[in-house]
């Protein structure tokens, strides 16, 4: 199937100033903060308080784009908060935006919070307020502005799922049901390594597909350096006495998240071997249920090779897999590079599903190798049938983490990619890009 890229809009949304809190506009990463109704482009964002203190020093801010132009159509005025606020839309036209807002006085450093979702009906201000309920007791680990949050939905059925970590061992989840009510169903608990050591394996920022009421999970382990040795080694160079890493890969998934607990944990990916480094992208469930994963992982961690590893070399690669009940039926490496050689290293990779059915891959990627004359970026696409790559005309390429109006955030497919990350043109400023397909 041969589909051109068209670009039809490379702009910025709005600037900010830096919280300093740890978190930014993008701080969601297995979410979207993006969402496409009809001709209408939602896109929430986060200004800084000045008058107030790191962590909870934020509040969210919501934006349309219908006709040329960005417009500023909610402030939210009450509450404070550290994390973006990833949306959620149903195939009604209602706009779900989540929020964590704390609980606690001005003064106070950090502190329980209380998750929240804002209504917009048909996209349009007011917003109504509803308050996702929880299964069992989470004030004995209550949340906190550190959410870790996912949110995802099916706009085909008006459902959504809410997932928040409590504490270092287990996210508690809430699930909003197609007659607009909110249902604790449980917890789910990480993790645990035992055989190389005694460690919860907390998942942060994964990427989820909610598929009527079945859930598909894929997430990176997000723990402090487990190997006492890597870990004094860099110690040394940084100073800090932790250092967080992300080297295991993981799925697990319900046919019923009312009825039916997670299955067993599967381990996509390990790259403890030479301190790697990998990073969940996106998932996408087809009709007949087979799960589609994309992943990218870097082989080692080159502060830790002069010591530990010297004759390992680098290489970055997009991985693709497939899998149906726990067993993985297929694995391609879509892109790799290796150290020393010329090539295009992976930065981000998303899925975008046309209207046809069609599946697309988006990835950036920047040169692995310093040649005079080369863009700093580029964009490519791919049908995953094929995987034959076409280079996206986008005159000034946005250059790190992006998100997109995916499927799993409730837009409808779309022969148009919505792309928010941050500006190649302006620092602490997010950019718009638009892109249209077609064949």
């Known amino acids: 199937m041969h589909i051109h890229a068209h670009v039809e809009v490379e702009e910025d949304i709005y600037s900010f100033t830096s919280a300093d809190n740890g978190a930014g506009p993008l701080w969601c990463h297995g979410s979207t903060i993006v969402a496409r109704w009809e001709d209408s482009v939602y896109v929430t964002g986060l200004e800084t308080l000045p008058e107030h203190e790191p962590l909870h020093n934020c509040r969210w801010l919501l934006f349309q784009k219908k006709t040329e132009s960005w417009r500023l159509i909610h402030r939210d005025k009450t509450g404070r908060t550290r994390e973006p606020s990833p949306v959620a839309l149903l195939g009604n036209g209602d706009l779900l935006v989540s929020a964590n807002p704390t609980l606690t006085e001005a003064d106070r450093y950090s502190g329980p919070a209380e998750p929240t979702v804002f ?33 995802v939905a099916d706009a085909e059925t008006n459902q959504a799922l809410y997932i928040q970590n409590t504490g270092m061992e287990t996210a508690q989840l809430s699930f909003l049901d197609r007659d607009s009510s909110w249902w604790g169903v449980g917890q789910l608990r990480w993790p645990w390594e035992h055989e190389r050591y005694e460690s919860v394996l907390r998942l942060c920022y994964p990427s989820v597909f909610l598929k009527d ?227």
């Open 119 to 151: 209504r917009f009906p048909f996209g349009q201000p007011p917003p109504g307020r509803e308050l996702p309920q929880w299964q069992g007791d989470s004030q004995a680990n209550p949340f906190t502005e550190h959410s870790y949050r996912t949110f």
């Open 213 to 439: 009421r079945s859930v598909h999970f894929l997430g990176t382990a997000d723990i402090v350096e487990p190997f006492e040795v890597w870990r004094t080694e860099k110690h040394k160079i940084t100073g800090r006495s932790w250092d967080y890493v992300f080297r295991r890969l993981f799925y697990t998934s319900t046919n019923d998240i009312m009825e039916e607990p997670f299955g067993q944990w599967i381990e996509i990916t390990d790259l403890e071997s030479f301190a790697g480094h990998v990073s969940n992208q996106d998932i996408w469930i087809d009709q007949s249920g087979l799960a589609h994963l994309l992943w990218k992982e870097s082989a080692i961690d080159l502060r830790l090779r002069k010591s530990f590893f010297p004759e390992q070399k680098q290489s970055h690669r997009l991985v693709y897999a497939t899998i149906r009940d726990g067993q993985i039926e297929q694995k391609q490496v879509l892109i790799e590079t290796i150290e020393g050689e010329y090539g295009w290293n992976p930065i981000c990779a998303r899925f975008h599903q046309l209207p046809t059915g069609e599946l697309l891959v988006i990835s950036s990627l920047t040169p692995n190798v310093s040649v005079s004359g080369l863009p700093n970026c580029i964009f490519q696409f791919s049908v995953v049938k094929e995987f034959e790559w076409f280079e996206v005309p986008i005159i000034e390429p946005i250059t790190g983490i992006f998100l997109t109006n995916t499927v799993r955030g409730g837009s409808k497919p779309s022969d148009i990619l919505d792309l928010v990350g941050m500006s190649p043109r302006e620092p602490n400023t997010l950019a718009y890009i638009q892109i249209r397909f077609d064949d």
